[in-house]
């Protein structure tokens, strides 16, 4: 009996042992200024206000960014950020953005376009790409399982084909669980407008959700599917987790403004939207618009200074 519970002790005192070896990782970024801890490259840059832009409105960019240090993600992680995407007028906008987790922040191998930045053509589906991402998408790729119609949300495991997307039927768009209405309500995810994004992991499931601004995180989250870290990344005890961006003959201006992570979803930073950066001024509007605006205000001015005279 004292030789039973002397192993049940043992055994115990190790899993303590080994639970406290694995330190609770967590950070925010409410701006994005102090890039001591950031990795960027491409096309992806801070503007003096803090915001990270990742692409802009030129064709077949690609724009990363990264936590620069490894983490131990054992069997959860959460994450919270806000981002926007801006099409340029009168052009289609893409592709794309998406939080990604990876062995590595060398990405020179991938492509652009319906890539995201994240996977490259001789890889797909490979395990060795060793790549997880979730995809805010707004170009149709049916081949990849996208949705008619553009405007979805996906899981990709080592590839662009997504093994899970929302919506899953084509006559709906991109949405979120309104508590308050109870019920399902569309997001256009080239609005320009802020949105908040929200993945979690916990052991077997990932979970996404989206909702605007100013709207609480959803009781209902838009995708749950099964996903093993440790399958996806297997003998890999350390991963980075970031962004990636890409743009083809279809573009954006794709930023990211805010972002917490935490190993532990209970202890995730809360978003304080009255501190966000504001978002610069869209690069993609159109001049000839904006010209001619200008030139219909200098005539009104005109008119409106003879009438007086």
Not at 177 to 189: C, G, V
Request: with cysteine.
């Amino acid at each position: 009996m004292a030789r039973w519970l002397l192993q049940i002790l043992i055994i115990s005192s190790l899993h303590l042992i080994s639970l406290s070896s694995q330190k609770e990782t967590r950070f925010v970024f409410e701006d994005f200024l102090d890039q001591e801890d950031l990795y960027l490259d491409a096309s992806a840059k801070v503007h003096p206000n803090g915001i990270l832009q990742l692409t802009n409105t030129s064709k077949y960019q690609i724009g990363h960014a990264f936590y620069d240090k490894p983490l131990e993600l054992g069997s959860s992680f959460s994450t919270h950020f806000v981002c926007v995407l801006v099409k340029k007028q009168n052009i289609e906008g893409g592709h794309g953005i998406a939080f990604i987790v990876s062995p590595s922040m060398d990405f020179s191998h991938a492509q652009p376009t319906r890539y995201l930045g994240a996977f490259d053509a001789s890889t797909l589906e490979s395990p060795s790409s060793h790549v997880l991402a979730v995809e805010l998408d707004t170009i149709w790729n049916p081949e990849y399982n996208d949705i008619k119609g553009k405007n979805h949300v996906g899981i990709d495991v080592n590839s662009p084909k997504s093994v899970a997307v929302a919506p899953n039927h084509f006559s709906h768009p991109a949405s979120y669980y309104s508590d308050i209405e109870r019920k399902n309500e569309s997001m256009n995810l080239l609005s320009g407008e802020p949105i908040q994004v929200w993945v979690d992991y916990e052991g077997t499931v990932l979970n996404v959700s989206i909702a605007p601004l100013k709207v609480k995180k959803p009781s209902r989250p838009l995708l749950s599917h099964p996903i093993s870290l440790s399958d996806i990344f297997p003998n890999i005890s350390k991963l980075y987790v970031g962004f990636s961006a890409s743009t083809g003959n279809a573009v954006s201006d794709q930023y990211i403004m805010w972002w917490s992570f935490s190993t532990d979803r209970g202890s995730l930073q809360r978003l304080d939207t009255s501190r966000l950066v504001e978002l610069p001024y869209p690069t993609g509007t159109d001049k000839k618009l904006l010209a001619l605006f200008i030139i219909l205000f200098g005539c009104l001015a005109i008119v409106v200074s003879a009438i007086l005279a």
